[in-house]
């Protein structure tokens, strides 16, 4: 099925480290991206292909994929790092892009 | 730096229709695929369409397709999206976004984005 399937909650404790999920078909075809949204603003891009950072992104930020699942991880997690973060990829069809449902992450 | 600011929001009855716009500075418009993506009250991020550098390749969403229509202008550097046919399911804030260098499958830069109400 199209579909990008994401935990809708987790927390941590500060400065621990934190792994996020999104499992889907399309993984096996298309590296995720991933987005962090905080409440009214909009999203950033943290994480794309196969683990690159846009400038400005703190280096605590990695991505990495096996099969169809691809995982954000914040090593060390800060109090700004609370927020929604959301996977993307490409469908296989290669006309359609996914986006999962988004995890909301709370820092402790 | 990047600048990208959507317009042309407000409140529409069903059935009715609105011209959304993407004003980009910052960058060679021409040059990037970009894409509009959507979010509804509470909800979380949902792709509603693509359209290649030069306004060839163009793909929407199954939801949307047949009522929305993506377009651009590059002497203009503005984005749009035509959007018919409207539901109360479409209510959302509509987000343009530009593709990284080299690769249209990621979402270097957001506008953020304008409120598309559909209500009677």
């Known amino acids: 099925s199209s579909e990008l399937t994401q935990d809708p909650a987790v927390s941590v404790a500060l400065g621990q480290t934190i792994r996020i999920t999104c499992q889907g078909n399309?993984?096996?075809?298309?590296?995720a991206s991933w987005y962090q949204q905080k409440p009214g603003q909009a999203p950033i891009l943290v994480i794309y292909?196969?683990?690159n950072r846009p400038s400005g992104i703190p280096d605590r930020f990695s991505g990495s994929s096996s099969g169809n699942t691809a995982s954000l991880t914040i090593t060390g997690a800060q109090a700004e790092d609370e927020a929604a973060y959301y996977c993307?990829?490409?469908?296989?069809?290669?006309?359609?892009?996914?986006f999962g449902g988004g995890t909301k992450v709370t820092v402790l | 730096q990047v600048q990208l600011v959507e317009s042309g929001g407000g409140v529409v009855q069903p059935g009715g229709s609105l011209r959304l716009s993407c004003a980009a500075s910052?960058?060679?418009?021409?040059?990037?695929?970009m894409h509009w993506v959507r979010q509804a009250p509470g909800k979380g991020l949902e792709w509603v369409a693509f359209?290649?550098?030069?306004?060839?390749?163009?793909y929407y969403a199954d939801s949307v397709k047949g009522r929305f229509t993506i377009s651009r202008d590059n002497s203009k550097n503005t984005l749009y999206l035509q959007m018919n046919s409207l539901r109360a399911e479409d209510t959302a804030v509509y987000h343009c976004?530009?593709?990284?260098?080299?690769?249209?499958?990621?979402?270097?830069?957001w506008g953020q984005g304008i409120l598309a109400t559909v209500s009677s």
């Open positions: 993307n990829s490409r469908d296989r069809s290669g006309d359609h892009w996914l």
């Open positions: 399309s993984l096996r075809n298309y590296y």
């Open positions: 292909d196969k683990n």
């Open positions: 910052g960058f060679t418009f021409s040059s990037y695929g």
């Open positions: 359209i290649r550098y030069d306004g060839n390749n163009k």
């Open positions: 976004a530009k593709t990284t260098p080299g690769d249209i499958n990621y979402f270097e830069h």
